[in-house]
């Protein structure tokens, strides 16, 4: 069964104090691994997705790695505007409907 | 260009009541899902579609049913709600299985 565990779950960091946030995963065929952000009360936002052990991927303050066990999201000096939850999910090969196993997020807090 | 649309964003049912979450979505996309979301919890696949026609379970499917008549429209139907169905509901689209794009969802309060 596939699996994907998020920690912490929950973050709190001064503006400027880089942090990094883990997603461990189980799966039999790794087809993606995907980053996503969520404010209050709105649905997932997509940041990135991961094909491959060792890729990296980069948007402003945020940097995403993947190992073949687990994924990375890197915060470099974070602002007040970066606090939201931050989803992983793994999409399976052999999926027929392309589908998202997602873990339970890490809600982060940045304060100023 | 919308995205994906749902309606309505809140809603109290009382139990046993029926009703039907829409969803649409403008950009041409093949697959679309239904996912809840508990508290403290992750998102859960509850129906997805590879395109118009064409539907199928996901991880918790037990007390809803879905249809796809048309590739935009992927509405989801509660029969007899029950008070475990309580959820932020989300619908989200994709090309070929790429990055998916969500609704801002349907927050169902039954009691």
């Known amino acids: 069964e596939d699996q994907v565990t998020q920690s912490p779950e929950a973050l709190r960091l001064q503006e400027g104090e880089s942090s990094s946030l883990n997603c461990s995963y189980t799966?039999?065929?790794?087809?993606?691994l995907f980053w996503y952000r969520q404010d209050p009360g709105k649905g997932p936002e997509f940041l990135f997705t991961?094909?491959?052990a060792g890729e990296e991927k980069e948007k402003e303050r945020l940097k995403a790695t993947l190992t073949k066990k687990e994924s990375f999201l890197h915060i470099t000096a974070p602002k007040p505007e970066d606090s939201a939850t931050y989803l992983c999910?793994?999409?399976?090969?052999?999926?027929?409907?392309?589908?998202?196993?997602f873990g339970g997020g890490t809600r982060l807090m940045v304060k100023p | 260009n919308a995205g994906v649309t749902q309606t309505p964003k809140f809603r109290i049912l009382k139990i046993g009541q029926s009703m039907t979450l829409q969803c649409a979505q403008d950009?041409?996309?093949?697959?679309m899902y239904w996912y809840r979301q508990d508290p403290g919890m992750g998102l859960k696949l509850i129906y997805y579609s590879v395109g118009a026609g064409i539907t199928d379970k996901g991880e918790v499917p037990n007390g809803y049913n879905v249809s796809r008549s048309t590739t935009e429209d992927f509405p989801l139907r509660l029969e007899l709600a029950a008070p475990s169905q309580t959820s932020v509901y989300f619908c989200?689209?994709?090309?070929?299985?790429?990055?998916?794009?969500f609704g801002q969802g349907t927050r169902l309060t039954v009691v």
């Open positions: 989200a689209s994709s090309w070929a299985g790429l990055e998916a794009f």
């Open positions: 799966v039999s065929g790794l087809r993606g």
């Open positions: 991961l094909y491959s």
């Open positions: 999910a793994v999409q399976p090969t052999n999926n027929a409907g392309n589908m998202l196993t």
């Open positions: 950009m041409n996309h093949n697959y």
